[in-house]
């Protein structure tokens, strides 16, 4: 397994959310008095604190081989924020919902009745992050975000790998950029106000929404979009609105659990976006990938 950020920033969310089930069981192994649960507390919470221990060991290398210090403040950051109120309310819900949609259904394929939408954005964005394998995927064990994707302007690809020294949101020609509708629908939710995460790569803890600045858009039933991480301000339409494909619903932002400018991108069942199942889509005729470029040429 290639040692990267996402490795490692995984490795400092499994071992904090590993934490707080232990301190959970705990709380029940003192109220019910059973010896199994305690037991098991223990196991947990070794568990969790070994994989933040192997999260500190893969932060630090990767520090030192990019000579990057952000590197560290970033990991440190998520990890942080994980164990905040709404950090721990975040995992707790995902993670039910993700247990409960397993014991209920299995999670969708690729199909030829997949929808197919147009990009939602001008010009032309690479795909960071996402894909239909489990190689490419944005995060495959997570049937929320099994076919989400991250997005950004071709021209910030090199600062992705720089991107400690590209870390005022003024670098970045993402932020700011606008979005738009990738299919008609209804305005079902709007969440404005979070404040964009600066220096680049520096989440704030103070943030209560995983998503940051967010907009859901319903299509069809058990179909809604989700455009995440958008400029704090830049949102233009209200809950109740509707809007057709092409229009402009915010600019790209760096908002929520967002380490650097980008828009977070995908369909799913309901428009919750802790408690869903992400469908696969088309942008025009291609399942995008990660490391696609996709242009739209807006008149």
């Known amino acids: 397994m290639r040692l990267d950020e996402k490795v490692v920033a995984s490795l400092g969310r499994m071992g904090s959310r590993l934490l707080v089930v232990g301190a959970i069981l705990y709380i029940v192994a003192r109220l019910t008095g059973s010896m199994i649960i305690d037991r098991a507390t223990g196991l947990v ?24 210090t952000c590197i560290l403040e970033t990991s440190l950051t998520m990890a942080a924020w994980t164990l905040t109120p709404w950090g721990v309310y975040t995992s707790i819900k995902q993670a039910a919902w993700e247990a409960i949609s397993r014991l209920k259904q299995k999670p969708p394929n690729p199909s030829n009745d997949d929808p197919i939408i147009i990009p939602p954005f001008d010009g032309c ?9 489990k190689e490419e995927s944005h ?18 690809i090199e600062r ?25 629908g209804i305005v079902v939710k709007v969440v404005d ?42 949102i233009t339409v209200k809950e109740g609105d509707k809007v057709k494909a092409g229009e402009k619903i915010g600019e790209a932002g760096n908002s929520g659990m967002s380490t650097m400018p980008h828009l977070h991108f995908q369909l799913m069942t ?5 408690a ?24």
């Open 270 to 274: 309901t428009p919750d976006p802790l």
């Open 160 to 184: 992705v790998e720089k991107q400690c020294a590209h870390r005022s949101l003024g670098n970045w020609t993402t932020y700011g950029s606008p979005i738009y509708a990738a299919i008609n």
């Open 45 to 68: 919470a070794l568990t969790g604190l070994t994989l933040g221990a192997l999260w500190l060991l893969g932060s630090i290398t990767l520090m030192r081989r990019r000579g990057e």
């Open 193 to 234: 106000g979070v404040r964009d995460n600066e220096p680049v790569g520096r989440i704030q803890l103070a943030t209560k929404h995983l998503a940051g600045n967010h907009v859901v858009i319903k299509h069809a039933p058990n179909l809604y979009s989700l455009y995440a991480h958008l400029k704090r301000g830049s």
């Open 139 to 156: 995060s495959w064990n997570l049937w929320s975000q099994r076919y989400a994707y991250d997005m950004i302007r071709v021209d910030d």
């Open 125 to 133: 964005w690479a795909i960071v992050n996402g894909g239909t394998t």
């Open 276 to 299: 869903t199942i992400s469908v696969p889509f088309k942008i025009n005729t291609k399942y995008p990938r990660r490391g696609a470029i996709i242009c739209n040429n807006r008149p």
